[in-house]
């Protein structure tokens, strides 16, 4: 029985791991090629989120939310890049904080005026209800186990996109010399709002697959925003790779602590007081990791030599 | 011949597959000025940085004054009395010519953990100060900050920043990078008087100042010393010939 | 007299003369409101000190502002419940002892916390300082014993000998009185010479290394002074509001005292005063209009960092700040 609770642990560890992954994937590319800190990213998770219920809501077709979760969270995404982000890149990170923690306030309260204070539902697909057997006797939802695979395939899509396509090989380009690309003739803005636009439609994506599993609702962006920043930070800021792990490790460690702590605890103490201080030490378990791997490598695992 | 100053020994440092330091050996001798010189991309600067603190070096030892300071990082450094120029003028922007160089007087001093008395009436960094910025002949600018000083000026600050750190030792890379005719000759002469004072190990590309100014010369080429000696020594080395001048004339 | 200066004295008699007159015509709510705006200008006076003058970007200090809320939370806490804290040493509803308390515990917790996180820069100390004051709050949440997602109440506003702080204007005199103290010290500190080198590192750590101070330290001392102002801040906001809960602890918090800082103008003595005056004012006036005003202070301070980088004393003394 324990195995099998063992492994449903580290299931959901990795699947909250990939979805940090969807999440610190676009935060890292963006600072990466345009040296951007983007507290707003949790905004985009957020619009993904509602615009999947209110149009599975609206068509009956989870599918189709799925698809205007993209659509709305690129397209917000590419807006706020010409509105406001652009104006940015040349500022310092504290205009940057400021201006970004600017959107989300406007964000957030502009999607409660839209949404209302309430929160939305929104059901898993039929093709992914359901659970399978686990070995160890266990039952695991398919659902998660789908979300699972989908991020695998979209950590593999990006690899590819970086390392195979004209596109990626301007990001790349754009992260080690800016000036160099746009003497060579590429529309360096348009790359930009493209870079930001894909970041936030993993952003929006991640949140319309969460969305089925939680409510949506304001506010529902910023845990999974410093979480994404505190994979970014264990990776390396610039590095999709250090996300990649980052997203494991954090996904894996927070679970892990969470459902082990206690029990750990309980061989030395009465139960009751063991549960409430391995919840509380759980809660804090992801930021020691932080601290201990930012004090021997200040730049992350996986820094991009600078 | 009197212990040296500063000795470095067998320095090594690599950026991947690039030796940028192969093994350099060096001594400074007081009352000397040791110019290093050598074409561009040779790690003349990254030397500097390795010396200075700034860079850790991969290999190899560092002495000053005797005392091994390798372990030790830029500011320790500058405490012993290892006072640098940089390169690229490296000024407190904001802050008036007048009290960068009080940064330096308060490090001397002792403490900078001092919370109550301010500075800006404080005899003791002030007197010092001024009379740095009078002996670089930056006096009349010391009120003006640093980002409005022309950069002839800043490289003045500079030297009286390094001054007023009453330094053992000199480390000048290129303290006349960008200066006109004018105000070279001026700067070389006021080095040739430091000399006796202070010990200096030079990075220079303008020849004449090398010249007229070096007690002894290293050349460094890809990372290695290919040659020290006196003046005439360097200029008719004929593998400095073949290496260096002869791709300078 | 510079221009500044005269604005700051002008702000000053402005943030005492209001409640007065408030008092005076029987309208104890506003002397509660001048009361917030003179507890948020500390707390953000504190982060000035890291933030203005040492241009350390702390996005965590909130955990200071906090730790000192629940040390006065706490403290009373137990006082009125008669439990001994640990140890036999009993609370205390003694305003002198809780202030001494928050400043202390928020140094000392700093202290680990700068230690880590300065060996970082740019963005990794951004969101390091995050992460740490996220720590911070997720284990208020998560630790039932003082109340949990729930905070505590303070059921009597603790005391100060010889004051009567249950009512508005005495408290309010209290905590002006202290914001006044700080910022006199603040304009010591910046004009010392440990103010020296940490404005020099701000604007050129290698060059202050290069003198022979390592920024490292300088910027430790500032980073641990900071929180204790915001610390004391912390105490004073629980007494003020006779509550704490985790949402002292959060990261809205924390980017608030930057906002606070930045609407004011950065660096400057009274920054944080206009900034926490700004502040308030539009929560109480647009608060009163709609429920969803953070939708224009979100404009607002888009605006600002846009189009006005020096913030309100910026605009007023017309001239950039120069040492």
């Not at chain 1, 010409?82 to 989300?104: C, G, K, P, W």
């Not at chain 1, 605890?265 to 791997?293: E, F, H, R």
Request: glycine share 12%.
């Amino acid at each position: 029985m324990f195995t099998a609770l063992l492994i449903e642990q580290l299931l959901n560890g990795l699947q909250l791991g990939v979805m940090l992954f969807l999440m610190a994937a676009g935060l890292t590319l963006i600072f990466g090629v345009m040296g951007l800190i983007n507290l707003a990213h949790g905004s985009l998770y957020m619009i993904g989120a509602f615009a999947c219920a209110t149009v599975a809501a609206a068509t009956g077709s989870f599918w189709l939310g799925l698809i205007a979760s993209l659509a709305a969270a690129a397209g917000v995404g590419a807006l706020i890049e010409v509105a406001v982000i652009r104006r940015l890149y040349d500022r310092d990170h504290l205009d940057q904080v400021l201006a970004t923690f600017a959107l989300i306030l406007i964000l957030s309260e502009g999607a409660r005026w839209v949404f209302g204070s309430f929160p939305l539902y929104l059901d898993i697909p039929p093709q992914l209800q359901g659970a399978v057997p686990l070995p160890g006797g266990g039952q695991y939802q398919l659902y998660r186990l789908a979300i699972i695979a989908v991020g695998i395939a979209v950590a593999a899509g990006l690899y590819l996109l970086i390392s195979k396509t004209r596109l990626g090989m301007r990001i790349r380009a754009g992260e080690s010399d800016r000036e160099m690309i746009a003497a060579l003739g590429v529309d360096i803005s348009t790359l930009y709002t493209v870079v930001f636009a894909l970041g936030a439609a993993l952003a929006g994506f991640a949140g319309a697959l969460v969305g089925a599993l939680q409510s949506v609702q304001v506010g529902m962006g910023e845990p999974v925003l410093i979480l994404a920043f505190v994979v970014i930070v264990i990776g390396g800021i610039g590095s999709i790779k250090g996300a990649l792990v980052g997203a494991m490790i954090v996904g894996v460690v927070d679970t892990m602590g969470r459902f082990l702590l206690p029990s750990l605890l309980a061989l030395t103490m009465p139960a009751a007081q063991a549960t409430t201080i391995g919840a509380a030490l759980a809660s804090m378990l992801i930021y020691v990791v932080m601290a201990l791997i930012l004090a021997f490598r200040p730049s992350g695992l996986f820094a991009a030599q600078s | 011949m009197p212990e040296p100053i500063l000795e470095i020994r067998d320095l090594r440092k690599s950026f991947n597959a690039l030796k940028a330091t192969d093994g350099v050996s060096l001594d400074l001798y007081p009352g000397q000025i040791h110019a290093l010189i050598g074409p561009n991309g040779a790690g003349k600067s990254t030397l500097i940085h390795q010396i200075a603190g700034s860079l850790a070096a991969d290999s190899g030892t560092i002495r000053f004054l005797g005392q091994d300071i390798g372990g030790l990082d830029m500011a320790a450094r500058a405490r012993l009395g290892l006072a640098r120029s940089f390169q690229i003028s490296s000024l407190a922007q904001e802050f008036s010519a007048l009290r960068n160089v009080m940064l330096a007087v308060q490090s001397r001093q002792g403490s900078s953990f001092r919370f109550f008395r301010q500075v800006a009436s404080d005899r003791s960094l002030i007197d010092p100060a001024m009379a740095m910025l009078e002996r670089v002949g930056l006096a009349a600018r010391a009120h003006v900050p640093a980002a409005e000083l022309s950069h002839g000026e800043r490289r003045q600050l500079e030297i009286a920043i390094a001054l007023a750190l009453s330094p053992k030792a000199f480390l000048f890379d290129e303290p006349m990078a960008g200066m006109g005719p004018e105000s070279s000759k001026q700067l070389t002469s006021f080095l040739d008087g430091l000399r006796h004072e202070t010990p200096m190990l030079l990075v220079e590309h303008d020849m004449d100042a090398v010249f007229a100014l070096a007690d002894r010369i290293s050349v460094l080429v890809y990372g290695r010393i290919i040659a020290t000696g006196t003046v005439d020594e360097i200029r008719s080395d004929p593998e400095v010939r073949r290496a260096y001048l002869g791709e300078a004339a | 007299m510079t221009r500044e200066t005269t604005i700051n004295l002008l702000l000053a008699l402005l943030l005492l003369a209001m409640p007065l007159a408030a008092a005076g015509l029987g309208e104890p709510f506003y002397v509660t409101l001048a009361t917030r705006v003179v507890v948020l200008a500390l707390a953000a006076t504190g982060l000035n000190l890291a933030l203005g003058l040492g241009g350390l970007i702390s996005f965590g200090h909130a955990a200071f502002f906090g730790l000192g809320g629940y040390v006065a939370g706490i403290l009373a806490t137990h006082a009125f419940n008669a439990e001994p804290l640990v140890a036999g040493i009993p609370g205390t509803t003694s305003m002198p002892i809780i202030w001494l308390t928050a400043v202390v515990i928020a140094g000392l917790v700093a202290l680990p916390i700068g230690i880590i996180s300065l060996r970082t820069t740019g963005i990794y100390f951004i969101m390091i300082t995050l992460a740490f004051a996220q720590m911070i709050y997720y284990f208020a949440i998560s630790w039932p014993a003082y109340g949990g997602e729930d905070g505590l109440s303070i059921y009597v506003r603790n005391a100060f000998p010889g004051i009567n702080t249950t009512q508005p204007l005495p408290y309010f005199l209290a905590c002006f009185t202290v914001l006044m103290a700080t910022l006199l010290l603040f304009r010591l500190v910046e004009g010392s010479r440990f103010g020296s080198a940490l404005q020099a590192a701000r604007q050129n750590g290698t060059r202050l290394a290069a003198v022979g101070i390592a920024p490292f330290n300088i910027w430790l001392v500032a980073f641990v002074l900071s929180a204790m102002i915001t610390g004391f801040a912390g105490a004073l906001y629980a007494d003020l509001n006779r509550f704490v809960g985790p949402s002292m602890f959060s990261w809205h918090m924390s980017g608030e005292l930057i906002v606070l800082i930045i609407l004011g103008g950065k660096g400057r003595l009274f920054g944080p005063v206009a900034g926490a005056m700004i502040f308030v004012c539009l929560e109480y006036v647009l608060g009163g209009i709609t429920e969803r005003w953070q939708f224009f202070l979100g404009l607002i301070l888009l605006g600002i960092v846009l189009f006005a980088r020096g913030g309100l004393l910026g605009l007023l003394s017309g001239k950039p700040r120069h040492a």
